[in-house]
């Protein structure tokens, strides 16, 4: 394809997509005008694109577009919703016409005269009939960086329909110009007059600049220029040069001002030039008029060089200053700032950068089993340049999730059309990055729930009104990165799904008895919709009804080793939940060993690992023949790694040094959507970054398998799918089922006086200290050799990071040799650790705080497992660390008779994991939810509390809707409420206020926490 139209194309798609955008908040907005401004600007720009290369008919259709737009752009014309259905038609045009050139390189045939008619009725003030869509019209999203256009120019003579747009372009000359010029008129034969006076000056202007804008090599040129005034300006400065009138015209630095600003030299002087001889020759001017003309533009061009030589001289401090290059380069700053690559480079140098990735965890297992070799720093090195080029490479494949949404708007603007609904689509998030091929694979699930979501989800404004909501329905997308991977959710307002249609859908469609139906609880009821041929639909529409949609959208999303998870309320809503990890290339895996093979599990689906055996708290039991493991007062299903591969009759080497000793089981915690089961497992290794590798074609039907890699010792290895395991398992766990979800409900019902897993060690003349096990990431010995210093303070590069290091006390010291133990504390990206002596166990048992402490760093004293244990205050540390968090632990115990009962609200686990112990110590009972959702089922339920603590930014619903909802009715309506957030400007408070909260606080300063708590508690007792 030429370059040329290639770039033309790729250029007006984007134009295209962006005004698809705007138009439709332009419906919403009428009197926006800056957007008016840039629809006009971006429509204006394509149909002068196609007139410059010769395709009438895209011309034509942009060009009826453009009066519409040139009427609201005026205030000629109101913006209408059925003048926007016109000009999103003509778009949609548009498009067609675009696709068709691509495949062929010719513009197609076809008639448009329809909808040009009535883009000009709508022109002249008159109204017209617009049809409503019957389907959404499905397009190919350009999201590439903007490009700009070619270097070169299509070359050949001007066209018939070019001459005419140009005298039609080019403005009337005004009687007092007319009158100027006929006395400016030295003699009969002066040059202005051979070349056909005025009106050809305006044509070769107009045809000079379309010609040094197509040229990339002068276009900068033009930066920053109104064309409109520099045709004139220099249309004036040629009338008088060449009427022998020069001192009647403006001066060269008013004329060809942006030639000087942006710093034209020599070599930009000879391409223009050149530039004005092939316009010359095209307006078929004769031969020597056309040499006389250029000699008058050599005279002149003389002073333009002279003086963007001096207005460079000038500037030349003030670019050293800024930055700017643009007076030197005759290119603006921005542009070299950006440039536009090959996706396919990017995939090659993605690929190559794959095989760096496992050269060097080859050479690094090399170095595990070398100690002391002289390699050992130049191979650290070379680890660590590794990793910072496999972060910057995959930088540049990341993209926006806002680009999967782009045509969204358009999408819910078409369905409120053609389904009578009145719809809010909210999208938050949308700068959110993942790579783009995960992106691709998404784009068409996430249009399908958004369109279920329209269709099936919100009610007619009539049904909603009845029902006591608003009549506009809210579509909320949200999308954040949670713990190395990426959280999508889709949450509407509507009708949620019908329980007993879906049973009866189901029944008919054989998916289970009645039986079986009477004993599920609604939520796997609703999980239903994720079968192949289900729906709900009443009939067959355009939108949705065919029962193809679902089962497809969970088939791409596992696909790509993601999850998709469905909660519903009838009557209130429903949120879909998809968590796809960032990127397919290079992922982080936990490499286990079943009989003598290594296999890799993806840690996005491992949640922890648990170690059973005969003599400890964990062991397996069995339930109907089903394995299951008791983990924390519930039951999960388990199943063995041998059986699934059909390696259960294997025996194993008994020479094998890695394997465990024999009753040792270890079992990997995993999760897919809302089930968890535990994978037994011979060996647990390390994690490890691999590279994901397709599988052979005669393994493609083996759903347990998701890719193979290479590992550091040169070993081939498969890459388990736990999706796929899951699909494979569900009738052997189906008997489980029940039972789990009974215990899991009884534990949302526990407080927190219930037992806890915590972490005892020892540290400082070897005192027992403990830490609640939820805020500790890993547990790791670090070679003291490779402790580094920075700013005075120990660090060590942990995971391509630097990781602080601290000591609990001054009367600490790290080892002098050998392998420090240190305990790994991650809040968000941010890790610490914190050096201990010995790590003494894992247990559970009442975190119960009975001596508070005023020791800095110390929570207080609480009795574990008979001993008096110091519970270590991990904010305290963090804030060392960081510099982040409160400066002062808590104190003041008060009795467990008196103990006031709080909820605290965040969906951070992290922070609620860390600021319970401070709360308990100070006598306070806490029940703490990760979610709104999940707090308004307690006050469905009749719990009470004394306060309420709740966190302002949080997904699904956040605090300020929270704050509403419970101050507009129920047991909790008078309950005092406590705002904790991170923004904290009057702005914020005052809506805080508002919505129904009693105080604010900044969501880290412990202290003021602590004494807002007790201000409103003593506020309610004062009043009771």
Not at 24 to 50: A, M, S, W, Y
Not at 487 to 507: Q, R
Not at 840 to 853: F, G, K, Q
């Amino acid at each position: 394809m030429d370059d040329l139209l290639n770039e033309f194309l790729t250029e007006t798609s984007e134009s295209i997509n962006e005004v698809d955008v705007q138009l439709v908040t332009l419906e919403q907005d009428p009197t926006n005008k800056p957007i008016l401004d840039n629809i006009f600007r971006l429509v204006h720009t394509i149909k002068g694109t196609c007139g410059f290369l010769g395709l009438p008919r895209l011309e034509t259709v942009a060009h009826a577009g453009e009066n519409v737009l040139g009427k609201y752009r005026d205030g000629e014309l109101v913006v209408t919703s059925e003048s926007v259905t016109l000009i999103l038609a003509a778009l949609d045009r548009i498009k067609e016409i675009l696709a068709g050139l691509e495949a062929t390189q010719e513009e197609p045939a076809g008639d448009d005269s329809e909808i040009i008619n009535q883009l000009n009725v709508v022109a002249s003030g008159g109204s017209v009939e617009v049809p409503q869509k019957k389907e959404v019209i499905k397009e190919k999203d350009f999201v590439l960086p903007e490009i700009k256009r070619s270097e070169n120019v299509v070359p050949g003579e001007v066209s018939l329909e070019e001459l005419e747009a140009a005298f039609l372009a080019a403005p009337g000359p005004e009687d007092d110009d007319e009158d100027d010029a006929a006395s400016e008129k030295e003699s009969d034969d002066n040059l202005l007059e051979k070349i056909g006076g005025q009106d050809a000056v305006k044509v070769i202007i107009h045809l000079f600049h379309n010609r040094i804008l197509a040229d990339m090599s002068v276009k900068a040129l033009m930066a920053g220029v109104n064309t409109k005034e520099s045709k004139e300006k220099m249309g004036d400065f040629f009338n008088a040069h060449l009427a022998n009138n020069a001192s009647g015209g403006p001066s060269v630095g008013i004329a060809f001002k942006s030639f000087i600003t942006n710093g034209i030299t020599q070599t930009h002087n000879e391409i223009i030039r050149g530039l004005l001889r092939s316009v010359l020759n095209e307006v078929d001017l004769p031969p020597l008029d056309v040499e006389a003309v250029l000699v008058i533009y050599d005279d002149f061009s003389k002073n333009i060089l002279s003086e963007a030589s001096n207005h460079a001289s000038q500037q030349t401090k003030q670019n050293d200053k800024d930055g700017a290059t643009a007076a030197k380069s005759g290119e603006s700053s921005i542009a070299n700032q950006s440039i536009r690559v090959n996706v396919q480079v990017l995939e090659d140098l993605m690929t190559m950068v794959s095989e760096l990735v496992l050269t060097r965890n080859q050479l690094m297992q090399i170095l595990r089993n070398n100690h002391g070799s002289e390699f050992t720093i130049p191979l650290q090195h070379l680890s660590q340049c590794t990793t910072e080029l496999q972060e910057g490479v995959m930088k540049t494949r990341m993209q926006p999730v806002g680009n999967a949404w782009a045509k969204l708007p358009r999408i819910i603007r078409d369905l409120q059309l053609e389904l009578n609904k009145k719809i809010d689509l909210q999208m938050l998030g949308a700068d959110t990055e993942l790579d783009r091929q995960v992106l691709e694979m998404i784009k068409d699930p996430l249009t399908h729930m958004v369109r279920n979501s329209a269709d099936h989800g919100i009610e007619m404004p009539a049904a909603r009104l009845a029902a006591g909501k608003k009549e506009t329905g809210v579509i909320r997308l949200n999308a954040f990165h949670e713990g190395g991977h990426i959280i999508i959710e889709i949450t509407d307002d509507g009708a949620g799904l019908p329980i007993e249609k879906l049973k009866a859908k189901a029944l008919k469609n054989g998916l289970a008895t009645k039986e079986e139906l009477d004993e599920m609880s609604d939520n796997q009821i609703q999980r239903f919709i994720f079968h192949a041929g289900f729906s709900t639909a009443e009939k067959v529409t355009s939108v949705s009804g065919r029962g193809v949609g679902m089962d497809v959208v969970r088939s791409n999303i596992e696909k790509i080793g993601g999850t998709v998870d469905l909660k519903s309320i009838e009557g209130k809503g429903s949120s879909f939940s998809i968590k796809i990890p960032l990127t397919l290339a290079i992922v982080s895996a936990l490499i286990v060993k079943c009989k003598n093979d290594k296999f890799a599990i993806p840690q996005i689906s491992v949640l922890e690992l648990v170690r059973a055996s005969k003599d400890s708290e964990h062991s397996i039991e069995h339930i109907n023949n089903t394995p299951v493991l008791r983990l924390r007062d519930r039951l999960l299903p388990l199943v063995r790694l041998d059986e699934i591969l059909g390696m259960a009759d294997a025996v194993g080497s008994d020479a094998d040094v890695d394997s465990p000793k024999k009753g040792d089981d270890y079992i990997v915690i995993t999760q897919v959507g809302t089930f968890t089961f535990g994978i037994v497992v011979d060996q647990v290794y390390d994690t490890e970054e691999i590279v994901v590798k397709p599988v052979a074609p005669i393994l493609k039907d083996l759903h347990t398998f998701a890719g193979n890699t290479i590992l550091g010792d040169g070993k081939v290895i498969m890459i388990l799918d736990p999706n796929g395991i899951v699909s494979q398992i569900s009738d052997k766990v189906a008997d489980t089922t029940k039972f789990d979800m009974e215990e899991e409900d009884a534990s949302q019902n526990k407080t927190t006086s219930d037992k806890e897993a915590v972490l005892l060690f020892s540290a400082c003349a070897n005192n027992r200290r403990a830490v609640p096990l939820s805020l500790v990431a890993r547990l790791e010995e670090i070679d003291v050799n490779l402790i580094e210093k920075s700013d005075g303070r120990p660090v060590f590069q942990y995971r391509g990071r630097l990781m602080p290091l601290l000591n609990l006390d001054n009367s600490q010291t790290f080892k002098t040799e050998g392998r420090q133990p240190i305990l790994v504390f991650a809040d968000g990206e941010k890790t610490m650790g914190i050096a201990v002596d010995e790590i003494i166990d894992i247990l559970e048992d009442d975190l119960d705080i009975e001596l508070s402490s005023a020791i800095a760093g110390q929570v207080g004293t609480a009795i574990i497992d008979g001993h008096a244990t110091e519970i270590i205050d991990v904010a305290y540390y963090i804030e060392k660390a960081f510099g982040t968090l409160g400066t002062s632990s808590t104190s003041g115990h008060t009795s467990i008779e008196n103990q006031n009962h709080i909820l605290l609200v965040d969906d951070s686990k992290f922070f609620l994991n860390m600021i319970r112990p401070l709360l308990s110590a100070a006598g306070y009972k806490i029940t703490a939810v990760d979610s709104a959702s999940t707090a308004l089922d307690l006050r469905d339920k009749g719990r009470d509390f004394d306060i309420i603590v709740s966190d302002i930014e949080m997904p699904n619903m956040d605090g300020f809707s929270f704050a509403t909802e419970v101050r507009s009715g129920g047991i909790w309506q008078k309950t005092p409420m406590i705002a904790l957030s991170s923004h904290h400007t009057p702005k914020d408070i005052a809506r805080g206020r508002e919505v129904g909260f009693d105080d604010y606080v900044v969501k880290l300063e412990r202290d003021t926490l602590m004494t807002t708590i007790n201000e409103q508690i003593n506020k309610k007792q004062n009043a009771a």
